[in-house]
């Protein structure tokens, strides 16, 4: 996981691309200038060609000012291509940082549309860039060199077109003073809609069978109507000053044009030029008007940047510790010290101050009726929830500064329900290992006894499931599970409620699988709700309210004493075979530091 001053990597990709930024600054600069040969060609049109009568300077003044507009064609188009590569370049800088930093407990947040807390707010970033906003913010900054020209014909004129400004800046003042939530609303409406059909793609079949329909049809309804008024409600406050914008920008076009008609009827102003400053008045204020509509999005940017840049100033607190940052060795010295976790929805504490301390080869069982705890302490074992004290260390190196790469390659976990993603049998087997091999999907299926029932399926390894794996039994789909968990050989094996069926039918192959990790210097965790007496597991422990303690500690002659999981099955039938196997002990107190 990279370390270093990470509130400061947001500024640092900016100026990453800081010469691609600088040479657009400059090029709306010659842009905008070079939108200056219209006004001009008026003015020498009708106070030169016309009264002169020259077809030679007539054609000599359009070859120019066509050249001129295919330069600025050309520098327009450039600008946007400079402006999208600048927005691509600081996404991609930032969500490799996002990526690399992000724990466990930020990757795939609930109500989240992006893996990792702060992709939204880098995507926003890049969205605002690209669309032309900035660019928006560069032709206002120009916008004054319009005004000066118009203030050198007739400062008359000039006024009146800082008039019509100011007229304009004062309605989105209003409008944004004003909104009263009414965006917030209707964002939240079309998120509810969102929401509704999220569940269709994801819980159709529960909604088919346990006869949702009617309740569904009657939600769906009444979200689509609240939608529907609150998108009504804003554009009808919004398109009121759109409205009142663009009148205003005719408005002020005519007042200049009358103006200056009555100017040149004075003497004070020629016929070129009043036509040319009602020409720059459309120069002046459209910068100015689309700047101002892109006050609110300028505001969202801010607001993702400030967040973007709070969320990476948190992730230097996680990663400021004094722990190594890679596992030295091929085994695992599990550490939870003073572990807290509280409920996201109600703030209470679900875990309060967990000690535990496994040594290499150890096996626990850690014991505890439902809700009191266990998958919650399992998945923050993984890195999963967010800790509000405490720290989970493997060797030494805390959890929250490890990379993907290293807890993929660390951790297994069986959970108590199964559940997988929408793919091939040999993905969900291999976890998306982008380098899956047959051979490595094959030796976890065959540790978990799925190879057979897998080959036997028209399709095999290509068999696609779907997220409940529906089309495999109850035990099946815990067998599968465990042939994920143990894919990558994994130093921490934690497995919550473990299916009894499936150490009751697989004795002698869970036997070995458990026996595999402990002697290679891994660890085991499993949560039951009752002691499962394995002859590995040389304590027990119990977790209630939220309290970790030790109910039983297994010496080595009591542990040479208990039945294996095979001697379990085969003692029904009248036999009696089984080697128990050797274990390291536990420690209850954490590692400190």
Request: hydrophobic share 45%.
């Amino acid at each position: 996981m990279a370390k270093g001053d990470l509130s400061g990597s947001a500024r640092l990709a900016m100026r990453q691309g800081g010469m691609i930024l600088s040479s657009t600054f400059v090029l709306s600069f010659v842009v905008n200038a070079l939108r200056l040969a219209g006004p001009m060609f008026m003015i020498l049109i009708y106070d030169r060609v016309l009264t002169s009568r020259s077809q030679e300077t007539l054609v000599s003044l359009f070859v120019m000012v066509a050249t001129l507009m295919l330069v600025l064609g050309m520098l327009e188009y450039t600008r946007k291509r400079l402006i999208a590569r600048f927005a691509a370049q600081f996404q991609e800088r930032m969500e490799g940082t996002i990526l690399r930093s992000a724990s466990q407990n930020d990757m795939f947040a609930t109500g989240k549309a992006k893996p990792a807390t702060g992709l939204d707010e880098v995507d926003s970033l890049r969205g605002f860039i690209h669309s032309g906003s900035l660019l928006a913010v560069f032709d206002f900054i120009w916008a004054p060199m319009f005004i000066a020209v118009v203030f050198i014909l007739h400062p008359v004129l000039g006024w009146i077109c800082l008039g019509g400004m100011a007229i304009m800046l004062l309605l989105v003042t209003i409008r944004m003073t004003f909104m009263g939530g009414r965006e917030e609303r209707a964002t939240a409406a079309g998120g509810a809609i969102a929401e509704m059909k999220n569940m269709v793609v994801a819980s159709r079949d529960v909604v088919r069978s346990q006869e949702m329909n009617a309740g569904f049809k009657q939600r769906w309804i009444s979200r689509r109507s609240t939608s529907r008024d609150e998108a009504i409600a804003l554009r009808d406050w919004t398109g009121w000053f759109d409205g009142m914008s663009s009148t205003m920008v005719m408005l002020v076009r005519y007042s200049v044009l009358a103006a200056g008609a009555y100017l040149t009827l004075q003497g004070q102003l020629t016929v070129g030029a009043m036509v040319a400053c009602t020409f720059l008045v459309t120069r002046v204020l459209s910068p100015v008007s689309r700047f101002l509509n892109e006050i609110p999005n300028i505001r969202k940017a801010m607001d993702n940047w400030a967040r973007l840049n709070r969320i990476l100033a948190s992730r230097d607190a996680v990663t400021a510790d004094v722990f190594p940052d890679e596992i030295g060795k091929a085994r695992a010295r599990l550490d939870l010290s003073k572990v807290a976790v509280r409920s996201p929805i109600t703030g209470s504490s679900i875990l309060k101050t967990v000690d535990l301390t496994m040594a290499p080869g150890t096996m626990v069982e850690i014991l505890g009726n439902s809700g009191k705890g266990k998958t919650v302490l399992a998945e923050t074992i993984l890195g999963i929830w967010k800790r509000s004290a405490g720290a989970v260390l493997v060797d030494g190196v805390n959890v929250a500064r490890m990379s993907d790469e290293q807890t993929a390659g660390i951790f297994g976990y069986a959970p108590e329900n199964a559940t997988f993603i929408a793919g091939t049998l040999a993905e969900n087997i291999s976890r998306l290992d982008p380098e899956i091999t047959p051979e490595k999907v094959i030796s976890a299926t065959k540790r978990a006894c799925l190879h057979g029932i897998i080959t036997a399926l028209p399709d095999g390894y290509d068999t696609v499931i779907d997220s409940a794996a529906s089309c495999l039994s109850r035990g099946q789909r815990h067998q599968l599970s465990m042939a994920r968990a143990i894919y990558n050989d994994p130093l921490v094996l934690v497995v919550d409620e473990p299916d009894t069926m499936l150490l009751d039918r697989l004795p002698k192959t869970i036997e070995a699988t458990f026996n595999g990790i402990l002697d290679r210097g891994g660890v085991i965790v499993l949560m039951a709700r009752k002691p499962l007496n394995l002859p590995q597991a040389r304590v027990q422990m119990k977790l209630a309210n939220g309290v970790l303690t030790q109910i039983g500690k297994i010496s080595a002659r009591e542990a040479a004493g208990r039945k294996t999981i095979s001697d379990k099955v085969t003692v029904l039938n009248g036999n009696s075979t089984g080697s128990p196997h050797k274990t390291g002990t536990l420690q209850q107190n954490a590692a400190r530091g």
